[in-house]
């Protein structure tokens, strides 16, 4: 045994503002194993873990109740963490158990290198260490990650790094000093497909290679099937169901398990509209040759010496009530092109027209009429969403800009509908964004793209950090308005798995330019191109067998 939870209870909070974040939870963890905690945001998954690690807040620990029984190497007998004194776990928590977090930019130093960072590591649980050994040994974790040119890397700063690559740093800091228990808290959630698949596999090996033990946190059952031997099923801070990956996943024992495997997109029942748009149908939006560059200037006069060329002569059509999936990896330019459909990036060369209209050739003043017709929703609702503005203003101020609505009381009703229109109440009016959980805010957001009833809406994201039930009901939500109101959306995502769910046609982009387009079933299923092959491989779905 490496880890024995037994019966752990952590509350927040006191008084009558106390909330019982974990209650009663127990399970356990042998060398060599992946455990899965599995459940929504708020169920008490990344508050099981930091109570592992010793890292809530002072009143959070002191009401924790329990034990967490730990034997690591060269520890003669387990040792209770919740009883352990300070200094103790000093040296258990990043010598013996490491842990990677959910956002690697929010946990690495952007003041030093990523050498930097993971020499201090090392220095602090290796004091005894030279400094070419400990620079030899930082060396070894960055090549261990297969980090590209880790030489290079090592004496670069988190932000010249991509997402992966931060992600990997992260994971060479954390076995740089060998744990016994690495525990992963979501570390793959905002990442591509692709990349994902690479932090998994990496993952693997080298618990392979380590006999580490792996704790994995993670709210996506497609992931569980391909990393975990056991699973446990967190709702609302207790432990509801557990036991090994294969019989969890194909025979779940509790409704909770069985209402987040049947959320994921491949188990959602189909709900196309009546009548398919046909193919020849008018086309709303059409791109032709559209070209965004952003110019990249040195030297004291700030030359351009060359561009990003991140939409790169890109031509499509999106038909009028049809749903168009863009989708691609970080980087190929999705949100550029979607912002720059709507002028919010000014595209370099090419035409944009909206019906018989070339948004292109609009100057300033005759646009903002049009801006009404076409809207955005854009993936991080709290950042999008003005933290000073209840929902009343959030809503009806477009309207005002507009002229729509007579009054300010005829605003506020149409708001009101507006909220029911997502599934939100009208006492919600009067509240602010930080009083609503992630997936209420993105109906916000949703309602807030909808106050000017338009006919074209460009979705950048949306449910990517999104829990899978709460996604299906966006998803769910999104297609109930295609049907009722006739609208046309450009969804774009790097999820294949949301497409074949909800897109008529999809669009496959890398580095600026479309490298497939067709009908979603024959992209999803038949796919021509091979990044688009790798991309489709990449997905990780549930296996039931």
């Known amino acids: 045994m490496l880890l024995?939870?037994?019966?752990?209870?952590?509350?927040?909070?006191?008084?009558?503002?106390?909330?019982?974040?974990?209650?009663?939870?127990?399970?356990?963890?042998?060398?060599?194993?992946?455990?899965?905690?599995?459940?929504?945001?708020?169920?008490?998954?990344?508050?099981?873990?930091?109570?592992?690690?010793?890292?809530?807040?002072?009143?959070?620990?002191?009401?924790?109740?329990?034990?967490?029984?730990?034997?690591?190497?060269?520890?003669?007998?387990?040792?209770?963490?919740?009883?352990?004194?300070?200094?103790?776990?000093?040296?258990?928590?990043?010598?013996?158990?490491?842990?990677?977090f959910q956002e690697p930019m929010t946990s690495l130093n952007p003041v030093f290198t990523i050498g930097e960072q993971i020499l201090e590591t090392l220095r602090l649980h290796f004091p005894e260490l030279g400094e070419g050994e400990a620079r030899a040994r930082v060396l070894a974790a960055l090549r261990e990650v297969r980090l590209p040119q880790p030489e290079l890397r090592m004496h670069s700063h988190p932000h010249q790094l991509s997402g992966?690559?931060?992600?990997?740093?992260?994971?060479?800091?954390?076995?740089?000093?060998?744990?016994?228990?690495?525990?992963?808290?979501?570390?793959?959630?905002?990442?591509?497909?692709?990349?994902?698949?690479?932090?998994?596999?990496?993952?693997?090996?080298?618990?392979?290679?380590?006999?580490?033990?792996?704790?994995?946190?993670?709210?996506?059952?497609?992931?569980?099937?391909?990393?975990?031997?056991?699973?446990?099923?967190?709702?609302?801070?207790?432990?509801?169901?557990?036991?090994?990956?294969?019989?969890?996943?194909?025979?779940?024992?509790?409704?909770?398990?069985?209402?987040?495997?049947?959320?994921?997109?491949?188990?959602?029942?189909?709900?196309?509209?009546?009548?398919?748009?046909?193919?020849?149908a008018e086309p709303l939006i059409r791109l032709k040759d559209l070209e965004i560059h952003f110019p990249i200037r040195k030297g004291l006069l700030r030359r351009e010496v060359d561009r990003v060329r991140a939409v790169d002569g890109v031509s499509l059509e999106i038909p009028r009530g049809s749903i168009l999936a863009l989708v691609g990896e970080s980087g190929c330019g999705k949100t550029t092109l979607g912002r720059g459909i709507l002028r919010l990036v000014e595209p370099t060369a090419g035409q944009v027209c909206f019906g018989d209209t070339?948004?292109?050739?609009?100057?300033?003043?005759?646009?903002?009429?049009?801006?009404?017709?076409?809207?955005?929703?854009?993936?991080?609702?709290?950042?999008?969403?003005?933290?000073?503005?209840?929902?009343?203003?959030?809503?009806?101020?477009?309207?005002?800009?507009?002229?729509?609505?007579?009054d300010r009381e005829e605003r506020i009703e149409r708001a009101a509908a507006l909220l029911e229109r997502v599934q939100l109440p009208r006492d919600a009016l009067w509240r602010y964004p930080h009083?609503?959980?992630?997936?209420?805010?993105?109906?916000?957001?949703?309602?807030?793209?909808?106050?000017?009833?338009?006919?074209?809406?460009?979705?950048?994201?949306?449910?990517?950090?999104?829990?899978?039930?709460?996604?299906?009901?966006i998803l769910q939500l999104l297609l109930a308005l295609r049907r009722e109101q006739g609208l046309t959306l450009l969804f774009i995502t790097h999820n294949i798995g949301v497409v074949d769910y909800l897109a008529d046609r999809t669009a496959v982009m890398k580095a600026g330019r479309i490298v497939e387009l067709g009908e979603t079933e024959q992209v999803i299923n038949r796919p021509r191109h091979s990044y688009t092959q790798r991309l489709i491989a990449a997905v990780p779905r549930v296996d039931p067998d």
């Open 4 to 100: 024995e939870v037994e019966n752990l209870a952590v509350t927040l909070g006191t008084g009558e503002h106390s909330v019982r974040a974990v209650d009663g939870v127990s399970f356990s963890l042998e060398r060599g194993e992946t455990f899965c905690l599995v459940g929504e945001s708020g169920s008490g998954k990344s508050i099981t873990a930091l109570s592992i690690m010793r890292l809530l807040p002072r009143d959070a620990l002191r009401a924790c109740s329990g034990s967490i029984r730990f034997m690591g190497t060269g520890m003669g007998r387990a040792e209770d963490l919740l009883q352990a004194p300070e200094e103790r776990m000093q040296q258990i928590r990043g010598g013996r158990i490491a842990m990677i």
């Open 164 to 280: 992966g690559q931060r992600q990997r740093v992260m994971i060479a800091m954390a076995i740089a000093c060998q744990p016994d228990l690495l525990i992963a808290d979501e570390p793959t959630t905002a990442l591509d497909v692709t990349v994902q698949e690479g932090i998994l596999k990496l993952m693997k090996d080298l618990q392979r290679r380590t006999g580490m033990g792996l704790l994995f946190i993670t709210h996506d059952f497609g992931v569980v099937s391909h990393i975990a031997d056991r699973i446990g099923v967190m709702q609302k801070g207790r432990l509801v169901e557990q036991g090994e990956t294969r019989r969890v996943i194909r025979a779940p024992q509790h409704d909770y398990t069985r209402h987040l495997i049947e959320a994921l997109p491949e188990n959602l029942k189909r709900r196309r509209p009546p009548e398919p748009v046909a193919s020849d």
């Open 358 to 406: 070339d948004l292109l050739a609009l100057d300033r003043r005759a646009l903002r009429p049009m801006r009404r017709h076409l809207q955005i929703i854009f993936q991080d609702p709290m950042s999008s969403l003005n933290p000073r503005l209840s929902v009343a203003a959030i809503l009806t101020e477009p309207m005002a800009v507009h002229g729509i609505g007579a």
């Open 435 to 473: 009083e609503f959980s992630g997936g209420q805010r993105q109906r916000i957001g949703i309602a807030r793209a909808l106050a000017l009833s338009p006919e074209f809406i460009v979705c950048d994201e949306i449910t990517s950090a999104l829990d899978v039930s709460v996604q299906a009901e």
